[in-house]
């Protein structure tokens, strides 16, 4: 039986839990033996009792402790683990493998999502992406995501920065084009909804084609009488400049293929 | 029987011919008596040729023509109808009900989505914008969208104008950050198709929650360490400019909250 102590009790850390005990009751091999937390009222609505603490000197002998708290206090709660030569990983993108502190046996263990509270999501579909010192620590993170993810990948500590960055773009600034579009639906009495069908056959169409292969609209078809109609009809500064910049970065691109 | 004739053959008119016909299999009072295609070999493989005509002046006699080709030659075709005062529509979302031309009866039937060529798509899910000039044509209009989608809904020029902008954000732009993050992942051979659950999921979000409670990421937490590090990273002038402007833009559309 492998034994995993998860650190931490926010968002990411909830949805950890559920999907580990997901894995206990698929029959895995793979056990979470206690959750830290310093306020174990965030968990103790998903977990028993009596495997919270809030104290790091309680902590179980585990075979790896995930340490999954915001990005900047990841240094300080690996520091303050009584105990050596342990493996220990964290779960964040943003973060190098050396951010942990030399005591422990380092790696990462970054299952690659955006996770919303009380939003459930299938966890078995997300990339799990690990790292470690060793092949020895490299196996066991394989095995434990494995339990949690049919999508387990090597992703080093550069690689991982790269997908972090690809991410925001992905993920947060496609988001906020989603608020530009929602704000410029609301200001002229069309419901937003209407835009949800495209909005998904958008994030489909790239499973078949390549965002190259998939790019359309007046931008790629160099329309400059929509594209300056588009823009007089814009009246935020913000929303014109965005406008102008993305357009010209698809044409750019277009005359690079 | 309500019908319908199609001018046009290209990627928008294929998918509502396939539309028309899945709604000729459920029986419903509408149908499509003709496509008009310049280039018939278009068409012929997904209707039956002796429906097609290349001749405007053979155009048989129906309740609804549907102009389905370019924004630039619809006013051109619709001129070039050789009959007067019946009623005609576009299905751009970019052109006002006026660039029809006067000899007919007015209207537009703009369905929103993105097609792509060979992929098929669920009609039914697809909102269809419909505007005319008057309610007997509106009505005729709701009819025939109802034939084809659950969702028809009343749009007019200037609403379907900002819909139209919304959408160039909400799909044209944010495929291209799609290409962007893929281009990033590229680089730094990291497999794009494991971003493929978060793109999946931040569509998904807005389904449930609005795009500003949705929002996370360096740029709404004001994490200046990771703006910064992301912004070391990325060497094209033209991503760093798009991520300096989107997480502004992000920044200061959090503080109006």
Redo the contacts between chains.
């Keep these: 039986m492998t034994k995993v102590v998860l650190i931490g009790s926010g968002n990411v850390a909830q949805h950890l839990i559920k999907a580990f005990e997901e894995a206990k009751l698929q029959g895995t091999d793979v056990e979470l033996v206690q959750v830290f937390s310093r306020n174990p009222a965030n968990v103790t609505p998903i977990i028993s009792w009596n495997l919270v603490t809030s104290d790091l000197n309680n902590l179980k002998e585990a075979h790896l402790y995930i340490i999954c708290v915001s990005?900047?206090a990841i240094e300080a709660v690996s520091a303050e683990l009584p105990f050596k030569n342990r493996l220990v990983v964290h779960t964040s993108g943003?973060l190098p493998i050396n951010s942990l502190h030399e005591n422990n046996r380092k790696g990462v263990f970054y299952p690659?999502?955006?996770f919303?509270k009380n939003?459930p999501?299938v966890f078995k579909?997300?990339?799990i992406?690990i790292e470690s010192e060793n092949p020895t620590d490299f196996y066991l993170l394989q095995k434990v995501g494995k339990a949690l993810s049919d999508?387990v990948?090597a992703?080093n500590t550069?690689?991982r920065?790269?997908?972090?960055?690809?991410?925001?773009?992905?993920?947060?600034?496609?988001?906020?084009?989603?608020?530009?579009?929602?704000k410029?639906?609301q200001?002229?009495?069309?419901?937003?909804d209407?835009?949800?069908?495209?909005?998904?056959?958008?994030?489909?169409?790239?499973?078949?084609?390549?965002?190259?292969e998939?790019?359309?609209?007046?931008?790629?078809r160099n329309?400059q009488?929509?594209i300056k109609?588009?823009l007089d009809?814009?009246k935020e500064a913000?929303q014109k400049?965005?406008?102008q910049?993305?357009t010209?970065?698809?044409q750019?691109?277009g005359k690079k293929l």
Tied chains: 1, 2.
């Design positions: 990005d900047d943003a690659l999502q955006s919303t939003k999501i579909q997300i990339p992406c999508k990948i992703i550069e690689q920065k790269a997908l972090h960055v690809a991410a925001v773009f992905a993920n947060n600034f496609t988001n906020h084009l989603y608020g530009i579009a929602s410029i639906c200001e002229n009495q069309v419901p937003f209407i835009l949800a069908p495209l909005i998904q056959e958008t994030a489909e169409k790239i499973q078949t084609l390549s965002p190259n998939a790019q359309t609209g007046p931008a790629k329309d009488k929509t109609t588009h009809f814009l913000h400049e965005i406008y910049l993305l010209q970065s698809i750019e691109n």
